[in-house]
């Protein structure tokens, strides 16, 4: 099963759409295409989908329909959906609204522009649903959740962080693009590594962006660890083009991709609540947690 995101394009336009799927498959998505409104339909109703990009014209009923079903259904009720459309009159884009359609493009468009209301619109999504834009896993209140479970429940939890480090810097050096297919990889890493030595009812998720919290057995957490480690110090040069391969690795005075791992075995101490249990298991990979500044509504 794919770890990339999944988004639905529909159009009748066999050129346009061969051209996004090749254009997005490249941005690293998994693309299903459609011609039909039913059968956009039927995908949709069949494999979770992230996000629809829909044409109003379709050979057998619009694109306003397509839309009003996918809001009927339970399964896509919350995907989002950005219509693409030969039509300027402002009610087109008042009804498509009034449908809860997130974004609307007229043709011809830029596919650069496109791409970018595609990745906005799939991350605002995500962060209604508590989970990370770029890795998908759950962060913020949900594994804070987790973390009060392990506080309140039987002690046999062990809690493992794996952060990336220097991603600061990659990222202002390389683009946010770039570093975002370096944490879809090493999230693919984490979870091939508790799935190998792991169980079915592990957590991962997000302490922070960039830092991951594994929730498993206290036989297992080590071996999920150095799973981890082994798998991203043998990819990390491979994050970096070609060019700056040799030049990046000698260089000393400059941070790069690096991971921190830390355990906290189940009994090692007594906390008294999510903070400072954070506190410990940084403190456990040899980092200093700070707090992230409350966010008013």
């Given at each position: 099963?794919?770890?990339?995101?999944?988004?639905?394009?529909?159009?009748?336009?066999?050129d346009l759409s061969e051209m996004l799927s090749a254009y997005f498959t490249a941005q690293n998505y998994d693309v299903l295409t459609a011609a039909w409104g039913q059968e956009a339909?039927?995908?949709?109703?069949?494999?979770?989908?992230?996000?629809?990009?829909?044409?109003?014209?379709?050979?057998?009923?619009?694109?306003?329909?397509?839309?009003?079903?996918?809001?009927?259904?339970?399964?896509?009720?919350?995907?989002?959906?950005?219509?693409?459309?030969?039509?300027?009159?402002?009610?087109?884009?008042?009804?498509?609204?009034?449908?809860?359609?997130?974004?609307?493009?007229?043709?011809?468009?830029?596919?650069?522009?496109?791409?970018?209301?595609?990745?906005?619109?799939?991350?605002?999504?995500?962060?209604?649903?508590?989970?990370?834009?770029?890795?998908?896993?759950?962060?913020?209140?949900?594994?804070?959740?987790?973390?009060?479970?392990?506080?309140?429940?039987?002690?046999?939890?062990?809690?493992?962080?794996?952060?990336?480090?220097?991603?600061?810097?990659?990222?202002?050096?390389?683009?946010?693009?770039?570093?975002?297919?370096?944490?879809?990889?090493?999230?693919?890493?984490?979870?091939?590594?508790?799935?190998?030595?792991?169980?079915?009812?592990?957590?991962?998720?997000?302490?922070?962006?960039?830092?991951?919290?594994?929730?498993?057995?206290?036989?297992?957490?080590?071996?999920?660890?150095?799973?981890?480690?082994?798998?991203?110090?043998?990819?990390?040069?491979?994050?970096?083009?070609?060019?700056?391969?040799?030049?990046?690795?000698?260089?000393?005075?400059?941070?790069?991709?690096?991971?921190?791992?830390?355990?906290?075995?189940?009994?090692?101490?007594?906390?008294?609540?999510?903070?400072?249990?954070?506190?410990?298991?940084?403190?456990?990979?040899?980092?200093?947690?700070?707090?992230?500044?409350?966010?008013?509504?």
């Amino acid at each position: 099963m794919s770890d990339k995101t999944t988004i639905l394009v529909v159009d009748d336009d066999l050129d346009l759409s061969e051209m996004l799927s090749a254009y997005f498959t490249a941005q690293n998505y998994d693309v299903l295409t459609a011609a039909w409104g039913q059968e956009a339909l039927d995908i949709a109703n069949d494999t979770p989908v992230a996000l629809v990009v829909l044409d109003i014209r379709l050979p057998d009923f619009d694109g306003y329909e397509v839309c009003r079903q996918l809001r009927q259904q339970r399964r896509t009720q919350n995907v989002p959906v950005i219509f693409l459309t030969d039509k300027r009159d402002r009610g087109d884009r008042l009804q498509g609204l009034e449908l809860g359609v997130v974004d609307y493009l007229t043709k011809p468009f830029d596919v650069q522009e496109l791409r970018l209301r595609v990745r906005n619109a799939i991350s605002r999504a995500a962060r209604q649903t508590g989970a990370n834009p770029v890795t998908e896993l759950p962060e913020n209140e949900l594994a804070d959740e987790k973390l009060d479970e392990v506080l309140t429940g039987d002690g046999n939890r062990a809690l493992l962080l794996a952060s990336m480090q220097g991603m600061g810097e990659f990222r202002a050096n390389y683009g946010f693009l770039a570093a975002d297919d370096v944490m879809r990889a090493v999230t693919l890493m984490v979870k091939n590594a508790v799935r190998e030595f792991g169980s079915p009812d592990d957590f991962i998720g997000h302490i922070s962006p960039e830092d991951f919290l594994i929730i498993t057995a206290p036989d297992n957490a080590d071996k999920v660890r150095r799973r981890i480690e082994v798998r991203v110090n043998q990819s990390t040069e491979y994050f970096y083009p070609l060019r700056d391969r040799e030049s990046t690795h000698h260089k000393p005075e400059v941070e790069y991709i690096s991971l921190m791992t830390g355990i906290l075995m189940p009994g090692d101490a007594v906390y008294e609540d999510g903070t400072a249990l954070k506190t410990a298991l940084y403190a456990a990979a040899g980092i200093k947690y700070v707090e992230p500044p409350a966010t008013s509504e």
